[in-house]
């Protein structure tokens, strides 16, 4: 089954894999602060709604976030991802070494949580992981 389009908007995609059971987010252009934030929260309303444990995160267009939005994340975003009812979840980073370096301090700060978060180097890989969990 092809996924299902849930939200287009102009700097990502929120779509939904029937086929792996998951919620695929796909950040299209660089987003910082507010923007940032709403498509994030975003993301969360569609995970609500559709009842998946599973998310893929593909940031591959884009090459890092700013101190102020992973702070956010990793404070805010993360837990509200986890009481959504995600229970693993798969980045894909670009190739850029700050980008891979980045989303590894990420990975690390997030392995006290109750949640298993990885990273991928594309999104086949991000794909086959997610289905086999």
Not at 53 to 73: Q, V
Not at 99 to 104: F, G, H, L, P, V
Not at 113 to 125: H, I, N, S, W
């Amino acid at each position: 089954m092809p996924t299902q389009t849930a939200v287009d908007a102009e700097k990502y995609t929120i779509e939904i894999d029937e086929d792996i059971d998951a919620i695929l987010f796909t950040w299209d252009e660089f987003a910082a602060g507010q923007e940032f934030r709403d498509g994030c929260n975003e993301l969360l309303e569609v995970i609500r709604r559709n009842d998946k444990s599973k998310a893929l995160i593909d940031t591959s267009g884009i090459r890092a976030h700013d101190d102020e939005d992973k702070r956010w994340l990793q404070e805010e975003w993360i837990p509200r991802e986890i009481e959504a009812g995600i229970e693993y979840s798969v980045s894909v980073h670009s190739d850029s070494v700050i980008s891979e370096m980045e989303m590894e301090e990420f990975v690390d700060q997030t392995q006290d949580l109750p949640f298993t978060y990885v990273m991928a180097g594309d999104r086949q890989e991000a794909r086959e992981w997610l289905d086999e969990q």
